[in-house]
């Protein structure tokens, strides 16, 4: 069965402290692993799609990166609009199966 | 529209009643979903549409549960005799393209509707 695990479940940072963001997997194949930010009342709004171990995805201040067991969400000088609750989401041979989320708190 | 439309966007209903949650998705995204996420839980995944038939329905938690899509384009979810633990927050996701639930477009979400059941 895939699973998807999030680390940690909540990080809070101050402005301008770069970290990391863990996502970790077992999948019998991936086909795709998705990151998504969910603001409070508001859906998921997609940010990357990664393929395949080594694949590095960037926008703006966050940087996506994938191994073979875990992906990194990578914030660099976050600011306070960045807080938000991240999700992964992992596409195997079956259903996507989204993770817990890591809820980031940016205090200026 | 520009983007997933979901209605209402909060929902108070006693135990009992049914419910209708509305979901419109992007135009000419053939491809729907509905989840429902919980208080600490992730996503869970309870159908998907491709056009107006729905080829994986596995995750309809009850016979309570149900949805149909008309046109290829609007959804309805219906919980019928609605419980307690119906309470949540219901999302709608479409997709361009054919994949279904093993495609690896982006789900493109709304923002849901908050079911409160008292």
């Known amino acids: 069965e895939d699973q998807v695990t999030q680390s940690p479940e909540a990080l809070r940072l101050q402005e301008g402290e770069s970290s990391s963001l863990n996502c970790s997997y077992t999948v019998s194949g991936l086909r795709g692993l998705f990151w998504y930010r969910q603001d409070p009342g508001k859906g998921p709004e997609f940010l990357f799609t990664?393929?395949?171990a080594g694949e590095e995805k960037e926008k703006e201040r966050l940087k996506a990166t994938l191994t073979k067991k875990e992906s990194f969400l990578h914030i660099t000088a976050p600011k306070p609009e960045d807080s938000a609750t991240y999700l992964c989401a992992l596409r195997g041979f079956q259903k996507l199966v989204f993770g817990t989320g890591t809820r980031l708190l940016v205090s200026p | 529209g520009a983007g997933v439309s979901q209605s209402p966007s909060n929902k108070v209903t006693e135990k009992g009643k049914d419910v209708e949650l509305r979901c419109d998705p992007i135009s000419g995204h053939t491809a729907l979903y509905w989840y429902r996420q919980s208080l600490g839980q992730g996503l869970e995944f309870l159908i998907y549409f491709q056009g107006n038939s729905a080829p994986d329905k596995s995750g309809l938690p009850s016979d309570r549960f149900s949805a149909e899509r008309t046109g290829g384009s609007v959804s309805t979810l219906t919980i019928q005799r609605t419980q307690q633990e119906d309470s949540a927050v219901y999302l709608c996701?479409?997709?361009?393209?054919?994949?279904?639930?093993?495609?690896?477009?982006?789900?493109?979400f709304g923002d849901g509707t908050r079911l409160s059941i008292l």
């Open positions: 996701a479409s997709t361009a393209g054919t994949g279904g639930p093993y495609s690896n477009q982006p789900q493109h």
């Open positions: 990664l393929y395949s």
